[in-house]
């Protein structure tokens, strides 16, 4: 797996105040969907790979899902400078074309 965990507040923060692009998969162990995305995603990182990833289990910092408006899981954040600058939702996150779409339509 080419994501590192996220467990902390601080680990968050570190991870999204950089000059180069992250994204931050939220997800929960009891959630089917975040399961289904965990399936495909791989080859997604690997071709993505001018991010770097990171996955945060929203049940153990709910804070932050709460700060960057996750209502639903799975979804992927993008962070640049300490800021959101895009989201893909839940709703849209439930095949590798979804994702796939998402981040081909970022700005470089």
Same mark, same amino acid.
């Not at 105040?17 to 969907?33: H, L, M, N, R, S």
């Not at 639903?72 to 993008?78: A, K, Q, Y």
């Given at each position: 797996?080419?994501? %590192? ?5 601080? /680990? ?5 105040? $950089?000059?180069?692009? #992250?994204? @931050? =998969?939220?997800? &929960? $162990? ?14 997604? #990182? ?13 049940? /153990?910092?709910?804070?932050? &899902?709460? %700060?960057? /408006? #996750?209502? $639903? ?6 962070? =640049?400078? $300490? /800021? =959101? ?7 849209? &996150? =439930?095949?590798?074309?979804? @994702? ?9």
């Amino acid at each position: 797996m080419f994501m %590192k965990s996220i467990t902390t507040n601080e /680990e968050f923060q570190q991870a999204i105040t $950089g000059d180069e692009p #992250v994204i @931050v =998969k939220f997800q &929960a $162990g009891w959630c089917p969907d975040c399961t289904r995305m965990d399936m495909f995603i791989d080859p997604i #990182v690997a071709e993505y790979n001018n991010y770097q990833w990171f996955d945060l289990n929203r049940d /153990e910092l709910p804070e932050i &899902a709460d %700060k960057y /408006e #996750v209502m $639903g899981i799975p979804s992927l954040l993008i962070f =640049k400078n $300490g /800021e =959101k600058t895009a989201h893909l939702h839940s709703a849209n &996150a =439930k095949s590798p074309e979804n @994702v796939t779409d998402f981040l081909s339509n970022q700005p470089e």
